[in-house]
Nanobody, 112 residues
Framework: QVQLVESGGGSVQPGGSLRLSCAAS????????MEWYRQGPGKQREFIAQ???????IYIDSVKGRFTISRDDAKNTVHLQMNSLKPEDTAVYYC??????WGQGTQVTVSS
């Protein structure tokens, strides 16, 4: 079965950290680009980070220096390390493989 399963979301105070994981089955995460998106309350889904097949990481400006995307080929998993979280980072976070395969999402809530 081809699927992506996100995990690691939760509630955290501003300034805190979370590490999201995207476990793939039926595909190899090092065989295509992998991305993280998020959709905040009342907002459109937005791209936040990508890791290319060659391992190059790309970020939107609002998360640069705070978020890190990485890939564990042995575990066929992609991670998103999120530090210095802000209330505006509150969203459902989605993993995407290539152009069409999405995970179900994981909720991240940043609030005091």
């Amino acid at each position: 079965q081809v699927q992506l399963v996100e995990s690691g979301g939760g509630s955290v105070q501003p300034g805190g950290s979370l590490r999201l994981s995207c476990a793939a089955s039926g595909i190899a995460v090092n065989d295509q680009f992998m991305e993280w998106y998020r959709q905040g309350p009342g907002k459109q889904r937005e791209f936040i980070a990508q890791i290319t097949v060659g391992g190059v990481a790309i970020y939107i400006d609002s998360v640069k220096g705070r978020f890190t995307i990485s890939r564990d080929d042995a575990k066929n998993t992609v991670h998103l390390q999120m530090n210095s979280l802000k209330p505006e980072d509150t969203a459902v976070y989605y993993c995407r493989a290539g152009y069409s395969l999405w995970g179900q999402g994981t909720q991240v809530t940043v609030s005091s």
